[in-house]
């Protein structure tokens, strides 16, 4: 069994930035596929950034040029810089695994909060 934990939300000004971060057991990191997916009140969840096994990085629009996933293997961590943070950025941040993330990830954490204000 997987498990996932994220740290680093918190409170920011629009403009400003954060850095998540996402430990797992297993060597998650390592022998999984990443990303990291947000869900503000209503909405459904939505995929913010991705990694998959071979490297390979996908992102939403709305974030390209401003976030970057990033993993450290050593660490079994997985990071989201998050830069020039905008209110529509506010969400609860969770990070999953899955082999492949062109399925639904079946590992998941419990999530942590960014709330960016104007």
């Known amino acids: 069994q997987v498990h996932l934990a994220e740290s680093g939300g918190g409170s920011v000004q629009a403009g400003g930035s954060l850095t998540l971060s996402c430990t797992g057991s297993?060597?998650?990191?390592?022998?999984?596929?990443m990303g990291w997916f947000r869900q503000a009140p209503g909405p459904e969840r939505e995929a913010v950034a991705t990694?998959?096994?071979?490297?390979?990085?996908t992102y939403r629009d709305s974030v390209k040029g401003r976030f970057t996933i990033s993993k450290d293997v050593a660490k079994n961590t997985l990071y989201l810089q998050m830069n020039n943070l905008k209110p529509e950025d506010t969400a609860m941040y969770y990070c999953?695994?899955?082999?492949?993330?062109?399925?639904?990830?079946?590992?998941w954490g419990q999530g942590t909060q960014v709330t960016v204000s104007s």
């Open positions: 999953a695994a899955e082999h492949t993330l062109t399925i639904p990830p079946r590992y």
């Open positions: 990694m998959e096994m071979d490297g390979t990085t």
């Open positions: 297993e060597d998650v990191v390592s022998n999984y596929s």
